[in-house]
């Protein structure tokens, strides 16, 4: 893919020295006869293969729709702090007019991904949402009633299409880069998937 640098397919090694994990040690005149043989798979197989340290999400930064009751000793704002990179994209004001309701759905979900280091984050959600749209493009082709893919392609539509070669992801849809940023509309046109216009 384009928008991948040179670094892709190194050794991944955050030792100061460069030197990489210890395998094994050897004492003087010991020797080793082994062969490695590479693999290539997915964290779906294997847990040794998720490019992610953690993955975390939530919905509701400020507390608007009120599924949350906090425990507290004195003050809930201070033992409970507000995450301020999410809570930016929410309206504090929008906050203080809401009234409670149980049945109130969530808009807008903020993900944390924190990469081991082998793909950076913005990668690995590309990668996932490319994985999401193929996926699904695959069961609109099996539910297609003419049985064939939709548009003759053989892989069937991408809806939104994902071309990874304009140097942004997703080229402008599904919400995720369009301009270099994270406030690109989301497909169909509902909204915007992360954030804001031109933030």
């Known amino acids: 893919?384009?928008?991948?640098?040179?670094?892709?397919?190194?050794?991944?090694?955050?030792?100061?020295?460069?030197?990489?994990?210890i395998i094994l040690k050897l004492r003087h005149g010991q020797e080793v006869d082994f062969t490695c043989?590479?693999?290539?798979?997915?964290?779906?197989?294997?847990?040794?293969?998720?490019?992610?340290?953690?993955?975390?999400?939530?919905?509701?930064?400020?507390?608007?729709?009120?599924?949350?009751?906090?425990?507290?000793?004195?003050?809930?704002?201070?033992?409970w702090p507000v995450d301020e990179r999410n809570a930016q994209w929410e309206?504090?004001?929008?906050?203080?007019?809401?009234?409670?309701?149980p049945d109130a759905k969530p808009?807008?979900?903020f993900f944390d991904v924190e990469s081991v280091g082998m793909l950076e984050p913005d990668d690995i959600v590309a990668e996932g949402v490319y994985a999401l749209q193929l996926k699904l493009s695959q069961l609109r082709t099996a539910l297609d009633p003419q049985g064939t893919a939709v548009?003759?392609?053989?892989d069937g539509d991408y809806n939104p299409p994902a071309d990874f070669g304009?140097?942004?992801y997703g080229n402008g849809y599904g919400g995720y880069g369009g301009n270099g940023d994270y406030g690109a509309p989301a497909m169909n046109g509902g909204g915007y998937g992360y954030g804001g216009a031109g933030h």
Request: proline content about 7%; charged content about 35%; hydrophobic content about 30%.
């Open 151 to 154: 548009n003759g392609d053989e």
């Open 37 to 79: 043989i590479a693999k290539k798979g997915n964290a779906k197989e294997h847990a040794k293969w998720g490019p992610t340290a953690a993955v975390g999400f939530e919905y509701d930064p400020l507390n608007k729709l009120k599924h949350t009751t906090y425990w507290f000793e004195e003050n809930a704002e201070e033992e």
């Open 91 to 101: 309206d504090p004001e929008e906050q203080a007019d809401a009234s409670v309701n």
């Open 166 to 168: 304009a140097g942004d």
């Open 1 to 21: 893919m384009d928008h991948r640098d040179d670094a892709i397919g190194q050794p991944v090694i955050k030792d100061p020295n460069g030197e990489g994990p």
């Open 107 to 109: 808009s807008a979900f």
